[in-house]
C-alpha cells in the first residue's frame, strides 16, 4: 500500500492530507491538504467523512494502507469512539462503522497526543516534551522518558479540564467549572473578557466594546497592541493563568521543552507565548523547561496523524 491518510478533527477546522506511506521525509510526503470547516460533518458525520474521503482519493482508494483521525474530545480508543467533543456537534462517533464502510484500517488518537508525537519525533527529539495547543480549546501531550502517554481510554492529558480556579467562576463547553479552557481559549476569552470588564472602572475603547457586546477575540489583542489598559489588564490575567497552570505540567513531567501551538497562541506570540519564560518559572517548583512555538504551526495534529497512520498497525 502507497498512501496514508491524516486527519486532524478540531474545534472549528477539519485538516486532511493524502502522504506517501513510509516516506522518511514527512513534510515532503504529504501529496494534497484540504482544510474544511468542522461544522461540514453536522448531522450524518460518518456519511460525511465516508464521502470527503472518497472525493479526495478517487484513483487511489484502493492503494490507502490506513486513515489515522487526530480528534479533539474525550475518546474511548478501545472502542473506537469519540464520546464527546466539546466545540463541535460530535457525539458517540464510532469510527469502526467508517473502518467497515471504507474496508481501510482507522486508527483514532487525540489530537493534541498527535501534536506532541509529531514534535517529538520531527522537531524537538528530546525525550520529555510537553506539547499545549491554545486553540479553540486547550490539549495537547506528552513524551515522559521517551514514552508518549495514552492513558486507560487515550485520554491521558486533557490538560484544557484542568481546575485552575478554585471558586469555578467560568462554565467550560464540557459542562465542568474553572477549567483552564474556559478562561484563555479561543472560545473561554471572551467570556473572561466580558467578567472582568464587569468590575473595571476605567473608560477604554475596548471595554466599551465588551460592554456594548460588539467584540471578538481579535479586538482583544488588537486593542491590547495599541495600548489599551482594559486590553492590558486582561491579557495579564490570560498570561497568569497560564503561566500557572503550565507551572502544574512542569512540576508533574518535569520536560525538557514545553512547546505551544494552537491558533489563539500562534497568531499571537507576542502576547501568548513570549511572555511565558519569565512567568512560568515564578510558580513553578520543577526547574522551568524552554517555551517555544511550535514550528509545524497549525499542522502538527495532522502531521501526528500521518506519522500514526504510517506506524506499523
Ligand atoms: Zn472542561
Redesign the pocket.
Known amino acids: 500500500m502507497d498512501y496514508v491518510i491524516g486527519i486532524d478533527l478540531g474545534g472549528t477546522w477539519l485538516r486532511i492530507a493524502i502522504a506517501k506511506n513510509n516516506n522518511e521525509k514527512i513534510k515532503e510526503s504529504i501529496l494534497r491538504k484540504y482544510i474544511l470547516p468542522t461544522n461540514l460533518l453536522n448531522n450524518d458525520p460518518i456519511k460525511k467523512l465516508e464521502n470527503i474521503i472518497h472525493e479526495i482519493s478517487k484513483n487511489i482508494i484502493d492503494n490507502i494502507a490506513c486513515i489515522c483521525i487526530a480528534a479533539a474530545g474525550k475518546l474511548d480508543l478501545k472502542k473506537s469512539k469519540i464520546i464527546f467533543s ?1 466545540h463541535s456537534s460530535i457525539r458517540n462517533l464510532s469510527l469502526s462503522i467508517l473502518e467497515e464502510n471504507l474496508k481501510i484500517p482507522i486508527k483514532l488518537i487525540n489530537d493534541g497526543v498527535a501534536g506532541a508525537l509529531a514534535e517529538w519525533k520531527l522537531c524537538i527529539k528530546n525525550d520529555n516534551i510537553v506539547y499545549i495547543a491554545i486553540g479553540t480549546g486547550i490539549g495537547g501531550g506528552i513524551v515522559v522518558d521517551g514514552h508518549l502517554l495514552i492513558g486507560k481510554e487515550g485520554n491521558a492529558h486533557e490538560f ?2 484542568m481546575i485552575v480556579d478554585i471558586n469555578g467562576l467560568m462554565e ?5 467549572r474553572g ?1 483552564w ?2 478562561y484563555t481559549s479561543g472560545s473561554g476569552l471572551p467570556n473572561l473578557c466580558k467578567f472582568l470588564s464587569k468590575n473595571y472602572n476605567e473608560e477604554t475603547p475596548l471595554l466599551k466594546k465588551v460592554i456594548n457586546n460588539n467584540f471578538n477575540i481579535k479586538d482583544i489583542f488588537e486593542y491590547t497592541r495599541k495600548g489599551d489598559k482594559f486590553g492590558m489588564y486582561v491579557i495579564n490575567e490570560v498570561i497568569k493563568i497560564n503561566a500557572m497552570a503550565i507551572a502544574n505540567l512542569v512540576n508533574l513531567y518535569d520536560p525538557n521543552v514545553i512547546s505551544i501551538g494552537g491558533g489563539v497562541a500562534l497568531k499571537n506570540p507576542d502576547l501568548i507565548i513570549d511572555p511565558l519564560n519569565d512567568h512560568v518559572s515564578k510558580y513553578s517548583f520543577n526547574t522551568p523547561p524552554k517555551i517555544i512555538p511550535s514550528s509545524l504551526k497549525e499542522e502538527t495534529s495532522l502531521i501526528g496523524a500521518i506519522l500514526f497512520a504510517m506506524e506499523e498497525l
Open positions: 466539546p484544557g479540564h467550560c463547553k464540557c459542562g465542568g477549567h479552557e474556559a
